[in-house]
């Protein structure tokens, strides 16, 4: 049967990118699409009838979603957010008392290559360390990483920092400020980020 009037939906594309596809399980390019629907007579659109929303679409397994999706963070995201992170962090507790430890240097420059700097070097932490005012603070480094952190991986990440102000043994008042400092920006508690510490300065004096 030929249908001559009706009414169907059509879109143009409002924006464009890279996001997280969750059928993909991975990082996808996508469409950011707005749609409206038309009256039409012979397939011809000839009345506006009124928006049906935006949505995104992957580009590569064609599905559709909510375009809230877009606040989750793209691996790539979740790599640089780690990297500034772990970058602030060890710095900053470096520059709080333990620079002067060789151990503890090494530890940090190994830090920061595992979280993605693979050339990092003893070369670069000396750089790093004399120009405080060089890459992110340590508080906005540490909330644009709690966004991307669940519960345990933030009591993780802070037990990985506070292991390089043990290199000596122990931390000093200045570094144990620094460390519960980092706790707080994590969304922790004074009482769940002292407990962090002191599990991970009872495995340093056990271990």
């Known amino acids: 049967m030929l249908v001559v009037a009706g009414s169907r ?3 143009r594309t409002v924006g464009q990118g890279i996001f997280h596809c969750e059928r993909c399980g991975g990082d996808r390019p996508y469409r950011q699409r707005a749609g409206r629907r038309w009256a039409h007579v012979l397939g011809i659109p000839v009345l506006a009838l009124g928006a049906t929303g935006e949505h995104l679409r992957c580009e590569v397994c064609r599905t559709c979603y909510r375009v809230d999706l877009l606040a989750v963070p793209t691996a790539e995201q979740m790599q640089v957010a780690l990297l500034a992170g772990t970058r602030a962090s060890v710095l900053a507790l470096l520059r709080a008392g333990c620079a002067v430890s060789r151990t503890a240097r090494s530890r940090a420059v190994d830090a920061i290559r595992n979280a993605g700097a693979a050339e990092f070097d003893e070369a670069g932490l000396a750089t790093a360390l004399a120009d405080p005012g060089a890459g992110i603070g340590l508080r906005p480094a540490m909330e644009a990483l709690t966004i991307q952190l669940e519960g345990h991986a933030r ?8 292991h390089v102000g043990l290199a000596d043994g122990h931390l000093g008042a200045a570094e144990r400020a620094v460390a519960e400092a980092i706790a707080r ?4 508690s004074d009482v769940q980020g002292r407990a962090v510490i002191a599990v991970a300065e009872e495995a340093a004096q056990a271990g």
Do not use: D, I, K, N
């Open 185 to 188: 920006h994590l969304g922790m």
């Open 155 to 162: 009591e993780w990440f802070l037990a990985s920092v506070v």
């Open 9 to 11: 939906v059509c879109y």
